[in-house]
């Protein structure tokens, strides 16, 4: 999941001045479970925008419909069609993927150039849930798990060291910069040490592929899923969870 | 004659020769001159001096400028400090280059303390390298001759390269394993992180035997030149124990309104201290120390007695 905290009200109003004509558009992957774009946040956005006098059009998505997976997207932006034509701004309460997807999508498929401004600060790939969460993978192309007893030092060491631990590691083992984590390469040597492979930590591990993540970075699915056949399989399941 | 065996500095001359050998340490921060007045100060007391780079990651004159600067004013041998924080692979194989045709001789590697400690916090932090990788980069470009690209130089750097290591950390064993891993990498020496306590020592250097690490290794001590000096070590560098007994006659010192007085009681404190300390590191495998004692070389003679 890509993390989220809304930006400060002040610096969307900031964005939004001299325009009257607002569409609010969320997402339901992300936003949704991190309360920053949800049709719940929406509606307070909503709320919040028509007090500074602004005219709001709202499109939210249920939860499992993504903002930046087009085709799921675009199904709710071609009924909203109108509204998005005659707004003076979008604000999108997504992550900066959901924005520039759908900027994308209203420029290379309707031909028209609307300005879009974000409500939300994104902070990246994230685990866990349904509160904490925190960064483990940063999507470097080129992936070291294999190499660092399933922990990435690329993200969960403050200075990504591919041979750490550094001499700032606190007493019992945390991490000068963050304190309330455990240094990344004590975790990696009590894990080598379960597994009873110490002498992996002797080996000098190369220093990361960086080529990998020239950007931006772009990928081709050769068959892509057929939507409406996997949002079938989804239902089954949810069905058979009893829901 | 390999070339590994090869001795380009005064440091490696020393401790190959089996001398027990004294480097000092040299903080360009914003000015050079104070550093270079330091320099001559330690002259004749120490063998090499450590270049800090941005230490505590607050930006300094740049440390190689200012290792060729003081080596050529003052002909103190420098150990130029280089830190992974501020540059990637292409500047730290391109400065490494630099020391070698401005005559440099020693190079210790450090990974350098993370952005946000220091008066640029919003500054992108590096770590392209580490301080193994880039141990061994400097390895392979005076041993091999070749770059980080691999692509050969003419005219390879001769200089040593060494790295740090921290005694005090806790847990100690990730912190070894790097030790040896940089011994592998083609650390020539060590010099370690300041240590206060004979057991801290020993634990070190019994763990560095059960590794099979043979580098020659220089301890880190930290004659403290006033009671402010010793709280702020104690208080804000990671493994690091300053002992009470130690900051207590330190502070008593404080009380001493004649400051000539007040420097002798200082100096008798430290040298109480150290006799003690230093007694003991004769009967490890310690080649040397490496003397933090930025701004207080009076000391270092009197240290000097006590091994000699």
Redesign the interface.
């Known amino acids: 999941m890509n993390a989220q905290t809304p930006k400060p009200f002040e610096e969307v109003l900031e964005y939004l001045e001299g325009k009257k004509k607002i569409v609010l558009m969320g997402c339901g992957g992300c936003a949704t479970i991190y309360h920053t774009g949800g049709i719940k946040e929406i509606d307070e956005m909503a709320e919040k925008l028509t007090k500074e006098g602004k005219e709001i059009s709202k499109i939210g998505l249920p939860f499992g419909l993504f903002t930046c997976f087009l085709p799921m997207s675009s199904m709710v932006l071609n009924e909203n069609k109108k509204a998005i034509e005659d707004c003076d701004a979008m604000l999108m309460m997504s992550c900066g993927d959901g924005l520039q997807a759908v900027r994308g999508y209203l420029e290379d498929e309707w031909g028209i150039v609307k300005p879009m401004y974000p409500s939300n600060n994104a902070l990246g790939f994230s685990s866990g849930g349904p509160s904490d969460f925190i960064e483990e993978c940063q999507g470097c192309g080129d992936c070291e798990l294999g190499k660092t007893a399933g922990v990435c030092p690329l993200v969960r060491c403050a200075k990504g060291l591919m041979n750490g631990p550094c001499g700032g590691v606190r007493e019992d083992g945390k991490c000068e910069v963050n304190e309330d984590q455990e240094c990344a390469w004590v975790t990696i040597y009590k894990r080598l040490e379960k597994f009873g492979e110490l002498d992996k930590l002797l080996e000098i591990r190369e220093p990361h592929d960086w080529s990998k993540q020239s950007r931006p970075r772009t990928v081709t699915v050769e068959h892509p899923i057929d939507l409406l056949k996997e949002l079938a399989g989804t239902k089954k399941v949810i069905e058979s969870l009893g829901v | 004659m390999e070339m590994a065996e090869e001795v380009y500095s005064n440091l490696m001359r020393e401790i190959k020769d089996g001398r027990f050998v004294w480097t000092g340490e040299l903080e360009p921060a914003k000015d050079i001159d104070e550093a270079i007045e330091a320099a001559n100060e330690l002259k004749g007391l120490v063998t090499a001096c450590n270049v800090t780079d941005n230490p505590q990651s607050f930006a300094a004159i740049n440390s190689l400028a200012a290792s060729y600067k003081i080596q050529e004013e003052t002909g103190m041998e420098c150990i130029y400090q280089l830190r ?2 501020d540059r990637n ?1 292409m500047a730290l194989c391109s400065d490494v280059m630099g020391a070698g045709i401005l005559g440099l001789k020693n190079i210790l590697t ?2 350098g ?2 952005v ?2 220091g008066d640029t916090p919003k500054a992108k ?1 590096v ?7 880039l141990t ?1 980069m400097i390895h392979t470009l005076v041993h091999e001759g070749k770059d980080i690209s691999g692509t050969e130089i003419p005219n390879p750097p001769k200089l040593h390269v060494g790295a ?1 290591a ?1 005694p005090g ?3 100690l ?3 070894l ?2 030790l ?2 940089k011994s ?2 083609g650390a020539e020496f060590f010099q370690t ?1 300041v240590v206060y306590l004979p057991e801290t020592i020993d634990r070190f250097f019994k763990g560095v035997k059960e590794l099979g690490v043979e580098t020659p290794i220089l301890v880190g001590i930290f004659p403290a030149k006033s009671y402010g000096a010793a709280k702020f070590f104690d208080e804000y560098v ?2 690091v124990d300053v002992p009470q007994d130690f900051l207590k006659n330190l502070e008593a010192t404080k009380q001493i309104k004649d400051k000539e007085k007040r420097k002798e009681e200082v100096d008798r404190v430290n040298i109480e201290y150290f006799t003690g300390f230093l007694e003991h590191l004769k009967g490890t495998p310690a080649v040397g120390c490496h003397i933090m004692a930025v701004g207080y070389p009076r000391i270092i003679p009197e240290l000097k007695k006590i091994i000699e």
């Open positions: 992974c924080s692979r450090l990974t303390d993370y946000s400690l932090p770590y392209d390298l580490d301080s193994t990788t061994r740090a921290g950390m806790d847990p064993e990730p912190e394993y790097k040896k891993r592998i990498a992180q990671t493994g």
